[in-house]
């Protein structure tokens, strides 16, 4: 997030104070390519995207190497002006387009820290919970920490304008030691039963 410059005064003492601008949405656009083969052209032209928050790289789906998704986190000062135009830089390489989706964030935290490698998991299915049920259904567990892989981005957004859905953006430093699993090894039948979509960056 980034840094505004403020100018404070506590009991009669000027002092000057950085204060962070929150992340007031997630946009997300889905889309499938014409071809699998103009996915590094469509990985190159959404790097190019310029926002206060580090560009999530391209994203493809385990299911079908056709559908793609990119991400970002919007401030308030942004707007989407700039996400219309990584949709016209891309259009030439595009079959079909889903709707451009909002999501009002409810988790975003990443450490200082770059992640290399993500995961998008996306489904309009369920309905969202807040409060003492969310808490409560957090595993407390901790006892196999030592075998987890760190995170180091976590977004949660909520669909704007309904109560069904989630999106959730996972951020994964590299460890060296870890065997690399393919992700098109995961549940694919059960994402799909659940209507769930997964994404991931390349290997």
Known sequence: ????????????????????SPITSLVLEEFRLRSPDM??????????FSGIEPTVPLL???????????IWAIHSEEGTGAVAAQRNKL???VATWRPLKQYGPRVTERSQGRPARYRLAVTESGINATGSVVQAATPRNLSDASTLTPLR?????????????LLILL???DDANDERLDPRAWPLPLSRYLGVRIYASAR
């Open 171 to 173: 951020g994964d430093a």
């Open 39 to 48: 996915g590094a052209a469509a990985t190159r032209i959404a790097a190019t």
């Open 91 to 93: 259009d030439h390489l």
């Open 1 to 20: 997030m980034p840094d505004i410059a403020a100018r404070v005064t506590v009991c009669g003492v000027a002092t000057d104070v950085r204060i962070t």
């Open 60 to 70: 493809t789906s385990i299911d079908d190497p056709h559908d793609v998704a990119a």
């Open 153 to 165: 981005l976590l977004w949660i957004g909520s669909p704007l304008g309904t109560h069904a859905g």
